[in-house]
């Protein structure tokens, strides 16, 4: 009913950056939250950023002062700049969306996108 298509992904230096974008689309009556998580090799799945449909942002403590959650909600797409990178932000990236697919009445559900490969050299 959902779907997540991420891009912005790939390899950069440590200091570089780089932009990662999420485009949702389907049956779509309203999107609350959109997040970004990540999952390192061996490590679990640790949220990055979200952002809330009234524009309220949370970071992990790790990113903050680095990284930037921002959402177009005309477009139903969210972005993170991702600025500083270090070799430890290596992980696969993931998109997250809390919506309420039409047709189904009021109930919220999570969908993940499939993930985009973000990897950092020293």
């Known amino acids: 009913q959902v779907q997540l298509v991420e891009s912005g992904g790939g390899l950069v230096q440590a200091g570089g950056s780089l932009r990662l974008s999420c485009a949702a689309s389907?049956?779509?009556?309203?999107?609350?939250?959109m997040a970004w998580y990540r999952q390192a090799p061996g490590k679990q799945r640790e949220l990055v950023a979200g952002v809330t449909s009234g524009g309220s942002t949370n970071y992990a403590d790790s990113v903050k002062g680095r990284f930037t959650i921002s959402r177009d909600s005309a477009k139903n797409t969210v972005y993170l700049q991702m600025n500083s990178l270090k070799p430890e932000d290596t992980a696969v990236y993931y998109c997250?969306?809390?919506?309420?697919?039409?047709?189904?009445?009021?109930?919220?559900?999570?969908?993940w996108g499939q993930g985009t490969q973000v990897t950092v050299s020293s």
């Open positions: 389907g049956s779509i009556f309203r999107i609350n939250a």
């Open positions: 997250n969306a809390v919506a309420v697919p039409k047709g189904v009445g009021w109930n919220e559900y999570t969908y």
